[in-house]
């Protein structure tokens, strides 16, 4: 039988602030779920709901088929780790592994089995003797997560574990940290603000908003299909466009788009969202007599930025700004540069309809 860990209606609130509303999610064992949102939206909350240092306000949180709300976060022996590497300073990286082992009451034979196993899996063998604060912060953290590792926790939650290191170690690490994963294929919670992160490591990502779980899938469904303009919006780069819809076109205050899908969304007033990628751009002088003439306008470049495969323009349309990106060889080919008159053109099926709600993007 798989442990299942299992949300259910999960609650906090606090006085009149609701921090988690009503979330439901089942996670199945060996998955490695990202919980990613901007901050303040109830990520750890959540997270601390599962380990049992924050109580439920209402609903359940389910382990193996139990509800384990009241259990003491000791009982439950789920391994976290958090942002700060909170290690033992006056402990050595080897003491500081084997602490959680000691107050198992494990053989000190298997103890130095397991820290030697440890040390192995983020290859800090000749650093086992030195303190925290003789290590880097990459090496910290390292040590922070199998520390968290070695006692076999059921589950492995992160809280933003990589945010105090620098952006190079951070894609090392992560990367690190999915491979360890799927060899010891243990059901991990990773807590993130950074959407590439999440969609980089995860098996399902969650995307949270005010407390509320909006949207539920793999990094590939929630990249191509978000749900919703707050989803497009905070995962990957989009351009929003507000109008009204009337059949498969929509009149925005500039010009008037032919969009693909039209059964998304009754509503008449809607906001339409394309990614960068999905733009064309032509020359002047190109043909694009096979193009819809409705959807190809004219503009001017603002702004060229390099990120490596792809070209990031930042097109000055009417007055308006558009992201478009195109990849470099194709760049290279066009001879694209800042001031070029340009033509965009946006694919009718490239288009995602949401209906425009108040207080939206
Ligand atoms: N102990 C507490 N007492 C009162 N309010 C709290 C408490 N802990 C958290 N909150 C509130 O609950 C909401 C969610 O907080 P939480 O720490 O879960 O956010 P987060 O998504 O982890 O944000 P961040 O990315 O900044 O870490 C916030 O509005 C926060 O102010
Ligand atoms: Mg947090």
């Not at 084997?98 to 009451?105: I, Q, S, T, V």
């Not at 690190?176 to 807590?191: D, G, H, P």
């Not at 909006?214 to 191509?224: A, L, N, T």
Request: overall charge neutral; hydrophobic content about 40%; charged content about 25%.
């Amino acid at each position: 039988m798989p442990r299942n860990l299992r949300l259910e209606n999960l609650t906090k609130r606090y006085g009149s602030l609701t921090a988690v509303d009503r979330v439901n999610l089942e996670i199945e064992e060996g998955e490695f779920i990202c919980f990613l949102g901007p901050s303040g939206c109830g990520k750890t909350t959540v997270l601390r709901m599962i380990t049992g240092f924050e109580t439920v306000t209402e609903g359940n949180v389910i382990f193996d088929g139990r509800v384990i709300n009241h259990l003491i976060p000791q009982k439950r022996e789920f391994g976290i780790v958090f942002q700060s590497y909170a290690l033992f300073p006056n402990m050595t990286v080897e003491e500081n592994i084997a602490f959680g082992l000691k107050m198992r009451k494990m053989s000190r034979q298997a103890i130095a089995q397991r820290v030697d196993q440890m040390l192995d899996l983020v290859g800090l063998r000749d650093w086992r003797h030195l303190l925290p604060a003789q290590l880097s912060g990459g090496q910290q953290q390292r040590v922070a997560l199998v520390r968290a590792l070695a006692p076999d926790p059921k589950v492995l939650l992160l809280d933003e574990p990589l945010s105090a290191l620098d952006a190079k170690i951070r894609v090392r690490l992560r990367a690190e940290i999915k491979r360890f994963q799927q060899e010891l294929k243990k059901t991990m919670i990773y807590v993130t603000h950074d959407q590439e992160e999440a969609l980089s490591i995860a098996d399902r990502v969650v995307v949270m908003e005010k407390g509320q779980f909006r949207q539920v899938g793999r990094p590939i469904d929630i990249y191509k299909c978000p749900n919703s303009d707050f989803v497009a919006d905070f995962v990957g780069t989009s351009n929003f466009f507000k109008g009204v819809r009337t059949d498969n076109r929509v009149k925005t205050k500039r010009w008037e788009f032919t969009i693909a899908q039209t059964g998304v969304t009754k509503s008449e007033k809607v906001v339409l969202a394309i990614r960068p990628e999905k733009i064309e751009v032509f020359r002047p002088e190109e043909s694009t007599e096979h193009l819809m003439l409705s959807n190809l306008i004219p503009g001017k470049i603002d702004v060229v930025t390099f990120l490596g495969a792809a070209v990031r323009l930042v097109v000055n349309v009417d007055g308006e700004e558009v992201v478009s990106d195109v990849i470099e060889k194709a760049f290279e080919h066009k001879g694209l540069k800042q001031g070029d008159e340009i033509l965009l053109y946006f694919p009718p099926e490239s288009f995602l309809v949401y209906p425009e709600e108040e207080g939206g993007v």
